[in-house]
């Protein structure tokens, strides 16, 4: 259980469903309800086959190319330490594309989520999930990887469908947002160094 929650806050720090949904607001700018809602499930279906595919295929990666769980285990620590850092700086969150700017044509929305897509389904969030994996695969198939998975996108995938009430994009993040992403980093840190230090040891003891 405990693998779980760690996989799912992790998760929510990476993928960051609040900027997710500012950024569909404004990127579905004069759609109908309709289209909004077939907008957002398909963003979220692309996301899902992205990151599961990295969750279960991400090892067998790694072996092709003979790099040891443990090892990646460490560098993707790393990676996810540096992205916790850049949260807690206010980086990650300040560079999130504008969706004010990403929209110039209604009907052409559907295919302008890409932007939005790319920031869920960002490097840092497939080396999140890849590292996630590859710190429980030894038990056979990533579990709390996946589970991870279905409980960030689900969240995501209401919050979609809340704001695509909105007619209008929202001006920015709001200080709450920036407080929550910034503890999110820690949280980040916090994990990225606790999957850095499993995969040393187990290394050294291997």
């Known amino acids: 259980m405990e693998d779980h929650l760690q996989a799912i806050v992790t998760l929510i720090s990476l993928v960051n469903p609040m900027v997710c949904a500012m950024m569909f607001t404004g990127l579905t700018a ?51 330490s540096f992205i916790g850092f850049t949260m807690l700086s206010g980086s990650r969150s300040d560079h999130a594309p504008d969706p004010a700017t990403q929209n110039p044509d209604p009907s052409a929305a559907g295919a302008t989520l890409a932007p939005m897509i790319l920031f869920a ?31 960030v996108l689900i969240i995501t995938w209401g919050l979609l469908l809340l704001v695509a009430r909105r007619s209008k994009p929202p001006k920015g993040p709001s200080l709450a947002h920036d407080m929550v992403t910034r ?24």
């Open 30 to 80: 004069g759609r109908t309800r309709a289209q909004r809602v077939s907008d957002a499930t398909r963003a979220i279906l692309t996301i899902a086959v992205v990151l599961t595919v990295a969750a279960l295929a991400g090892a067998r990666i790694l072996d092709i190319f003979g790099i040891p769980l443990d090892v990646f285990s460490v560098a993707g620590g790393i990676v996810l």
């Open 121 to 151: 389904a960002s490097p840092g969030t497939i080396t999140g999930v890849i590292t996630i994996a590859a710190a429980h695969s030894r038990k056979g198939i990533p579990l709390p990887a996946l589970t991870g998975i279905c409980v």
């Open 183 to 206: 503890y999110m980093g820690l949280i980040v840190i916090a994990m990225g160094i606790n999957y850095a230090l499993t995969g040393y040891k187990a290394f050294m003891a291997g």
